[in-house]
């Protein structure tokens, strides 16, 4: 139990990455079979998902992706700091569910990616439309979320939310990024 808590600790939103690394097909892959694992609601599997490792199509991918929106003087990764995979999840435009399932599976995504000693970035803000037409992909899916993948170079580090001015996360000086965190007195409402 402590490895998993080990991880969850330092699976944060990683921002900025070693673009010189590069991550490979059959890894991405790996993400997905975790992602595959996890918990369905009614077993209907909506999701599907589209891999991204080649450079020329990563570098599209990051032209739709909006970055760290409480960072209002930081526009995204420099060229050497931009993720060198994406993982895009999709689901089929039928299921009530997906955005739960979706959130399953990226979890697993994240945590088996810092297992691994790889990052990742959930991502929403999305230019979908234009996603849509640079992965060719049918409009019997819906584009849900993007996860950004490399190997981090900054330092995440989470603070309680009583040492920080409010929930938003945030850069010092040196660029270490902080991430604001309610204590668990402050979450458990009643304990029976």
């Known amino acids: 139990m402590e490895r998993i808590k080990e991880l969850i600790q330092i699976n944060r939103s990683y921002r900025r990455f070693d673009n010189s690394k590069d991550l490979d097909m059959g890894f991405l892959e790996d993400l997905i079979y975790s992602a595959r694992m996890a918990q369905s609601a009614a077993n209907l599997q909506p999701l599907r998902y589209v891999t991204v490792t080649d450079r020329e199509k ?15 003087d930081w526009d995204g990764p420099e060229p050497d700091e931009r993720p060198v995979g994406y993982i895009i999840i999709l689901s089929t435009k039928d299921s009530s ?26 991502l929403g803000n999305i230019k979908k439309e234009r996603l849509m037409q640079i992965l060719e992909i049918d409009e019997s899916l819906n584009i849900l979320y993007v996860v950004a993948l490399g190997y ?20 010092d000086e040196e660029g270490n990024h902080y991430v604001p965190k309610r204590c668990i007195e402050d979450l458990i409402i009643k304990e029976l």
């Open 58 to 72: 990563a570098a599209e991918v990051y032209s739709t992706l909006g970055w760290a929106g409480y960072l209002k």
């Open 152 to 171: 981090p170079v900054e330092n995440v580090q989470v603070v309680s939310i009583r040492e920080a001015a409010d929930h938003k996360y945030f850069r």
């Open 97 to 122: 569910y997906a955005q739960v399932d979706a959130g399953l599976a990226m979890q697993n995504i994240c945590l088996t990616a810092i297992a691994a000693g790889v990052g990742s970035c959930i």
